[in-house]
């Protein structure tokens, strides 16, 4: 599931680590590639076959030696889920940030 994905690059990128693996789903690889084309990771590959499917996610981190993710924030949650309709949708970070959503 996405939120496990993101909060797995989140701790990863809190410790310094260069890469972190994580169970394969087709959102999770279309997530990752929002996440390389807007340049927060640095490349992704899966691996294994079958149920062992896993993404092998190589971080970025920028010159100040912090991640490029600076924050994630989950507004909907599978014990809450949340509907917006498209009139209510802000800019993020004053147009600096971007959010990713999903549709039913």
Same mark, same amino acid.
């Given at each position: ?78 014990? !809450? ?8 949708? !802000? ?14």
């Amino acid at each position: 599931m996405y939120i496990d994905l993101l909060t797995k690059i989140k701790n990863a990128q809190a410790v310094k680590k260069e890469t972190v693996k994580s169970a394969y789903s087709k959102m999770d690889e279309r997530i990752l590639k929002i996440l390389l084309s807007k340049g927060y990771i640095s490349g992704f590959e899966k691996k294994g076959k079958g149920a062992k499917r896993v993404f092998d996610i190589q971080l970025k981190y920028e010159k100040n030696n912090g991640g490029a993710i600076t924050g994630i924030k989950f507004v909907s949650k599978p014990s !809450r889920k949340m509907y917006i309709g498209y009139k209510d949708i !802000r800019p993020i970070k004053s147009g600096y940030g971007f959010m990713v959503i999903s549709t039913p």
